[in-house]
Each structure stands twice: as C-alpha cells, then as structure tokens.
C-alpha cells in the first residue's frame, strides 16, 4: 500500500494552481440525475471519490466520460434506483442521490452510510425533510427505501446547518410541485456552485448564498455546462504548507474570499498575505503567535482547516486552544501529530496546542481525509523523515498532492 514519504527541508517557494473543488464537484455530478442529455461539467478534480461517483452514476444508467478535468455525463432514463452499500460504504456522499432520485423517479434505495473516523454523521435531517416534502422512508437490510408519488414543496427549517441536507433537499425540491423555503440552509461556497448549475439546468432557486432559500419547481430541467469552483479547503492546505515552512507560496485559481476565515485567523497569527481576487501569497514569516479557533458552518472557520491549522499552531508561540464544533471526533490526528514529539493536549471537543515544539519525524497513520493533510504538512518541518500510511484517505479529496508540494521544493514522495 503507498505511503508518503516526507523530509525536513527547504522553505517552500513558487507558484502552485488549486484544483477543482471535491465537494462541488460530488453534488454537481448527482444533480445530473435530474436531467436526462449531455452535461459538462468542467474543472474536475481527478480524485478516488469522483471515480466512485462515475461508478455509481453508470449503475444509475448514466455515461460517465472524462476529457482531463472535464467531466461529461450523459443521463438517461434508469430502472435502476439503487446505490448499493459497495460504493456508498466507500463514499458517504453516495447520499447525495436519494434527492435526486426522489425527485425523478419518486423512488430510491440508498444503503445507510455507516459512521466514519470523524464522527457517526446520521442523515435524520436529510429524512425529515425529505418527509416534509412528501416521502416515505423505510429502513429494510439496511436501505433507506425512500418513495413518494409526486414530491410537494414545502417550509423546512433545519436544527442545524447540515452541507449534505440542504443538497439534498435542494435537487428534491427543484422538481417538486410548487415553492420550498429552505431555512437554515447551509451557506458554503459549494452550495451557491450547486444552486448555480440547478437554475443553468431550469431550476428557479432564488436567495442563493442566504441561509433562507426559496425554491419554486418546476416541471422538468435541461442539461447545462458549468465549471467547478476551486477547492478552497485544498488552496488553505496549500498556503498552510508555505506558512508552516516560512516559505513564500502563491495559490493561484482560487477564491481567497471563500476562505477568508482561515487566512484572517493567520493574519491574527501575524502571517501577510498578497492578494489579489483568484490568487493569494503568503510571505516569509519567521515567527507567529499561538490563536484560538472554534470550527463552524460557512463563513466560520471550516471544520475541513482544522487538522491542517493544528499542524500550523504546533510551530506558533504560545499556546492555541483548538474547538471542534461540527463533528465529535475529529481529532484522530492529535495522537498521530504527538508521535512527532507535537505538544497537544486533547480534553473532549477542545485541544491545547503548545507551541513552538521541535517536531522529529516517525511513522505515522493517516485516519482520514484532512489528517493525511495534517500529517504531510507536520512532516515539512519535522527533524528527520516522516512516513505516512493509509493514503488512500488522501487519494480520496487531494489531486496529487505531494507532487504540487514538490514542485515547490518540499521534500515529498510516494512510496
Ligand atoms: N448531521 C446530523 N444529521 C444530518 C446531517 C448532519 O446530525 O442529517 C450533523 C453531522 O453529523 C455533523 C454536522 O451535522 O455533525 C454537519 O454535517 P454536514 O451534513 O454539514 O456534513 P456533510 O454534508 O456530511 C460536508 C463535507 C465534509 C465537511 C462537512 C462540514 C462533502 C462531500 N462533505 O459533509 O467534508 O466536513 O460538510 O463542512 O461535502 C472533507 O471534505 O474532508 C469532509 C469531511
């Protein structure tokens, strides 16, 4: 199985492009499913969980094709309506076709993603809202078996923010009979590129960006084209990497605005930035203060920089008092960073980062998507060599990562 292998060594230095958004592009690919024709969409990220997304669409009867970044599905009329536990174990969001599926066919069965190393992440809200527009669920081997004669719009309030709920609810609700109000929606950068791609499809969803949206269906969508938007959660690794180095790195095609919550909690660090409206470089710095962050929903301070962020505090002065607010056990990474000697105590939500630690470098273990980040960029600085197991968990969200860290001189490689 690969590892990546990682050295102390220079500061990091150059120019470096984001790719295509993960988490845009797995909702883009499943709203697909609304349309029968040709859709293209562009900028694709080419990731473990987007092949497993073209698996399960060519399951569903659709004809999955790549060009480079450019994704093309061609969707036709399915009898099948089943995503079967093999993908869905493999990709939690495989839970993003039931609304779709919902809305086109009136039925689906979606095996019940299990829990994952960060959290047991339930779908009660996904269900309940779904109901409120009309479904029916049963839990049978353990299927959601979802169905519903003609989805009707109706006003949902979420408990709390949820990404994957308001996707979901937002592809059932575009084809609903009359309007859906969505409230607490969650607000993140990929939503808005979601409700984007649904209104080129025909879709009337208004108040986009808002935590209130308004849905009013319609009858039937068209295919489009549409272009992904970068992957901010990778641009902030990226900037991350040149910082923790006191290196210069610029990330070009990205949107600094949508992780402006990462970059300002670096500025109270004491990092400078030059930015422009699709770039932005971080500067030399030798030395940073410790600073506290809570994660929280979009435009908080993402959940998806926390593990990459400690990384970052364990070189900071002082100390730093780290929140998990999303999800209850991200901090798989807190035991893997203190095997490089990363000074952390963790209590329940909350871990105290003392800083600076010599890190020394060891073999550690990827737990999970964010943390194989973590680890990779704790290992730029460690003393020695670092290798890093599991890295499936990397191939599944990271477009070649360690050669885009390479290219800018760290000393990183496959195995
Ligand atoms: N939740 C419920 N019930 C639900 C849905 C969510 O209790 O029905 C809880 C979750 O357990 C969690 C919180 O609400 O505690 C937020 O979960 P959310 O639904 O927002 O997360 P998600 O849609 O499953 C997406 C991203 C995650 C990211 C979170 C939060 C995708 C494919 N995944 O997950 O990304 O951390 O939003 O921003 O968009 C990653 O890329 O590494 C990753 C984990």
Same mark, same amino acid.
């Given at each position: ?15 470096? &492009? ?23 969409? !562009? ?6 969980? +987007? ?39 493999? *990709?939690? @969001?495989? +839970? ?11 039925? @689906? ?19 309940? @809202?779904?109901?409120?527009?009309? /479904? ?49 929606? /969650? ?12 209104? %080129?499809?025909?879709? %009337? ?8 949206? %308004? ?34 790195? %610029?990330?070009? !095609?990205?949107?600094?605005? !949508? ?38 929903? !979009? ?16 070189? /900071? ?47 550690? *273990? ?39 860290? @390479?290219?800018?001189? &760290? ?5």
């Amino acid at each position: 199985m690969d590892k990546i292998v990682v050295q102390k060594g220079a500061k990091l230095d150059g120019e470096v &492009a984001a790719s295509g958004a993960k988490n845009s592009s797995l909702p883009l690919l499943f709203s697909t499913l609304l349309a029968d024709g040709e859709h293209k969409l !562009h900028n694709v990220p080419i990731l473990k969980d +987007i092949d497993s997304t073209f698996r399960l669409l060519e399951l569903l009867n659709c004809k999955t094709q790549r060009e480079g970044h450019t994704a093309i599905v061609t969707v036709s009329e399915s009898k099948q309506r089943e995503a079967e536990y093999d993908i869905v174990r493999k *990709m939690r @969001a495989s +839970i993003l076709c039931l609304g779709p599926l919902l809305a086109r066919y009136g039925e @689906a069965v979606v095996s019940l993603p299990g829990g994952c190393a960060i959290g047991t992440r339930p779908i009660n809200q996904h269900l309940d @809202a779904l109901k409120q527009l009309g /479904a029916e669920f049963e839990i049978k081997g353990g299927n959601v078996h979802g169905r519903v004669k003609k989805l009707t719009g109706g006003n949902i309030v979420f408990d709390g923010v949820t990404v994957g709920g308001t996707e979901n609810i937002l592809m059932a609700a575009v084809l609903a009979d009359g309007e859906t109000v969505i409230e607490n929606a /969650a607000k993140e950068p990929e939503i808005v590129d979601l409700c984007e791609y649904l209104n %080129k499809m025909g879709a %009337k969803i208004s108040n986009v960006g808002s935590s209130v949206l %308004k849905i009013e269906g319609v009858k039937s969508l068209s295919p489009s084209e549409h272009t992904v938007i970068p992957d901010r959660i990778e641009a902030g690794t990226l900037l991350i990497a040149g910082a923790i180095t006191g290196g210069d790195v %610029k990330v070009t !095609h990205c949107v600094p605005k !949508h992780f402006e919550a990462l970059t300002n909690k670096m500025r109270e660090a004491g990092f400078e930035f030059v930015e422009s409206e699709n770039s932005i470089r971080v500067l030399p710095t030798s030395s940073f203060q410790g600073v506290d962050v809570t994660t929280a929903p !979009h435009p908080g301070f993402a959940t998806d920089f926390q593990a990459q962020f400690m990384a970052l505090m364990t070189q /900071a002065k002082g100390s730093s008092i780290i929140t998990e607010s999303i999800f209850e056990n991200r901090f798989m990474h807190v035991q893997e960073l203190r095997r490089l000697n990363a000074d952390i105590t963790p209590k329940s939500r909350v871990a105290i980062v003392r800083g600076p630690c010599a890190l020394q470098g060891a073999p550690v *273990m990827a737990t999970d998507l964010r943390a194989s980040a973590s680890l990779i960029l704790a290992g730029l600085f460690a003393d020695g060599e670092t290798t890093i197991s599991r890295v499936y968990h990397l191939d599944r969200g990271y477009e070649k990562l360690e050669e885009k860290l @390479a290219n800018l001189g &760290a000393n990183v490689r496959r195995d």
